[in-house]
């Protein structure tokens, strides 16, 4: 079974973060990834720069990119704009998420005027144009979601209203992502489920990100990081590594895409995907039957 990637950036704050933005860019585009996604920053807080970004990885690149979309703070009509200017662009894909509250902690409400719900932004997004639309969903859970079957049904609302791809957010735990597939497809999924992995050197970082978005971190990965807070390059090898054993367990029981969160650590994820036999001008090898 053949191996496909995707990458995710987020757009830069600064002009050094814009360079580093694109070094990293450039340092992946060899790879010939699926498709490299744009985030955005809770509450919309980024949606200018990472429209800039999406359209220069469109004039500048050979990259197909996916730009992120959410309901949160803005109106339909500013939304719609925003659409139409992506499509203007060359954007054909977009990843449409319901998005965070500007304040991290605060529940979520729908902008008065604005899409309520995924679904929602997904028919607004078809009316514009025939875009691809990837979507979100969570192997452990959403947070403010009461149970995983409700995620579940959620998901299926969106496929319904034309999301073609799901992306799972990180989860560490193989199996929760093993599980979530069954059930998901028992439930009436049918379209691809995207594994997201999370490979980092900045563990602390990881577990506060972990607890806001519902994904657990095992002991035994604990236990990997512990003690190295000032050792940099081998905290660099167990990321790779845990990256890596991680897809090739998940691609052995069937998955074939996986999509990578780079935080813009380029050589990081370059690493892993050579370790996976993802080389530039090279179809990866295909997994022993």
């Known amino acids: 079974m053949a191996l496909n990637v995707s990458f995710e950036f987020f757009p830069p704050k600064t002009d050094d973060a ?17 498709f490299v996604s744009v985030t955005y920053g809770a509450g919309g807080s980024t949606r200018e720069r990472t429209h800039a970004t999406v359209k220069r990885i469109v004039d ?4 197909k990119p996916a730009a992120h979309l959410t309901c949160v703070g803005a109106t339909k009509a500013e939304i719609d704009e925003v659409i139409q200017e992506y499509w203007d662009a060359g954007v054909r894909h977009i990843v449409a998420l319901r998005g965070d509250m500007p304040d991290m902690g605060a529940a979520y409400a729908p902008t008065g005027g604005g899409y309520h719900s995924t679904p929602e932004l997904i028919e607004g997004i078809k009316a514009v144009g025939e875009f691809e639309v990837s979507v979100s969903c969570y192997p452990e859970k959403h947070p403010d979601t009461p149970t995983l079957d409700a995620d579940i049904d959620l998901l ?8 073609t791809r799901a992306i799972t957010q990180f989860a560490f735990d193989t199996d929760a992502h093993i ?21 980092t050197t900045n563990f602390k970082g990881i577990v506060r990100m972990a607890g806001r978005c519902g994904a657990s971190v095992p002991q035994w990965l604990r236990e990997r990081f512990e003690g190295l807070d000032e050792d940099l390059e081998t905290r660099k090898l167990i ?51």
């Open 239 to 289: 990321a790779a590594t845990v990256a890596a054993e991680q897809v090739e367990r998940l691609q052995a029981i069937g998955f074939d895409n996986f999509h990578f969160y780079t935080l813009n650590q380029a050589d990081l994820t370059y690493a892993i995907c050579r370790i996976l036999g993802i080389k530039p001008g090279v179809k990866p090898l295909e997994a022993a039957a």
């Open 18 to 34: 814009e360079l580093s933005l694109w070094k990293a860019i450039r340092r992946l585009e060899p790879l010939a990834p699926g």
């Open 179 to 199: 599980r979530f597939l069954e059930r998901a497809r028992r439930l009436g999924v049918k379209v691809p489920v995207v594994p997201g992995i999370m490979p």
């Open 156 to 163: 299926k609302r969106k496929i319904d209203a034309g999301a």
């Open 60 to 63: 500048e690149t050979g990259l």
